[in-house]
């Protein structure tokens, strides 16, 4: 398995679970800490910090989708830059010299006048 393979593994894996905590979240605020019991004080298991813990999740998963998606540029196959230019290449770059023509090749049509008004 090459590198490209496994960050693209990585880079789907964190995509879903993206998508997951987005849906998770309410667009009002409430999200899913308003379904555990209102707006009381006292919270069961911590629940009221629930919001919070979504927005840094949300955050993180984004920075490292980023991340991995810079990081599996280097790693795309044939990217190495290894390769060189045939514009570059000396031989070439060597002028060749054109097939000579003479009038005889050339069409008729060509050497007489657009505007011909004699008509």
Avoid: Y
């Avoid at 993206?18 to 209102?38: A, D, R, T």
């Avoid at 004080?41 to 980023?66: E, H, N, R, Y």
């Avoid at 045939?86 to 000579?100: C, G, I, R, W």
């Amino acid at each position: 398995m090459s590198t490209f393979s496994i960050f693209l593994i990585l880079i789907v894996i964190v995509a879903f679970l993206l998508v997951v905590v987005i849906m998770v979240q309410n667009p009002k605020g409430g999200g899913l800490s308003s379904s555990f019991g209102g707006g009381g004080t006292q919270q069961l298991g911590g629940v009221k910090k629930t919001t919070d813990f979504l927005d840094k999740s949300t955050w993180t998963l984004a920075t490292l989708l980023i991340i991995l998606i810079l990081l599996s540029n280097i790693a795309i196959p044939g990217a190495g830059g290894s390769v060189e230019s045939k514009a570059l290449d000396d031989e070439s770059t060597t002028a060749q010299p054109l097939p000579e023509t003479s009038e005889a090749d050339e069409p008729a049509e060509l050497n007489t006048p657009i505007n011909d008004t004699t008509q």
